[in-house]
């Protein structure tokens, strides 16, 4: 129906023998019709990171489900991950999507902003305060609103926590898709030009999550 999400998501590089890493998105259907989208990353590779993952992303759909809104549902995150053996950073993006008044309320923790894209522009939407999970215990992680249009495309991704990493110029590169976006009649045509974009260069274990609004 009118306002619904249309979804696609991967991971970069696309390569099936990528090592494990502390990246993921998820894309959720909670009880109230709301749609919930998250993406994030943990410090480190392999299996430590991987099974922090797999916890933090338990926490979220848990906490969603009873309606927990983003910002007071990265508070709980924080506080989850002070308090594991083994201290971890991470970043995290939450939105909540309500289809029926196109509204998206959302929280970040150190995490790139999401990018919207409409009318063939795009841009980086305007960031609630956040700091980084497991950085400051007792953080508090503020909630922004927007309200989205018929045929817009909301683009989610990690790029690594690494030092001098060419974030900047990756979501550059993905603002010039615009154009492509616009064109595309489903949220798998814009993951593809997303992929031919930046997967072939030497990614450091990403995730594109892309939500397209239907007319």
């Known amino acids: 129906g009118p306002g619904t999400l ?3 998501a991967t991971h970069l590089p696309p390569s099936a023998h990528a090592r494990i890493g502390g990246d993921w998105y998820d894309a959720l259907e909670l009880p109230d019709g709301t749609t919930l989208l998250g ?8 299996v430590g990171a991987a099974s922090g993952m ?4 338990g926490a979220v759909r848990g906490m969603a489900m009873t309606g927990t809104a ?4 990265l508070t709980c995150l924080n506080r989850l991950l002070d308090t594991t053996a083994q201290p971890a950073l991470g970043s995290a993006v939450c939105l ?6 196109r509204s998206l309320l959302w929280a970040q923790a150190g995490h790139p902003a999401p990018l919207l894209f409409r009318g063939g522009t795009g841009r980086a939407l305007d960031a609630p305060d956040g700091v980084l999970l497991g950085a400051t215990p007792g953080a508090s992680y503020g909630q922004a609103e ?28 993905l603002l010039g898709l ?3 976006f616009a064109a595309a009649r489903t949220a798998q045509e814009c ?6 974009e930046l997967g072939e260069r030497e990614c450091d274990d990403a995730c594109v999550l892309v939500a397209r609004v239907a007319p």
């Open 146 to 173: 927007v309200t989205l249009e018929a045929g817009d495309v909301l683009l989610l991704h990690t790029d690594g926590l690494v030092p001098g990493h060419a974030g900047a110029t990756a979501v550059h590169r």
């Open 191 to 196: 993951v593809r030009a997303v992929v031919e």
């Open 96 to 101: 909540r999507y309500r289809p029926g008044t």
């Open 70 to 73: 983003p910002g007071p549902l």
């Open 39 to 46: 993406a994030g990353e943990l410090t480190g590779h392999g």
């Open 178 to 180: 615009a154009p492509r």
């Open 54 to 57: 797999a916890m933090l992303l």
């Open 6 to 8: 249309d979804l696609a």
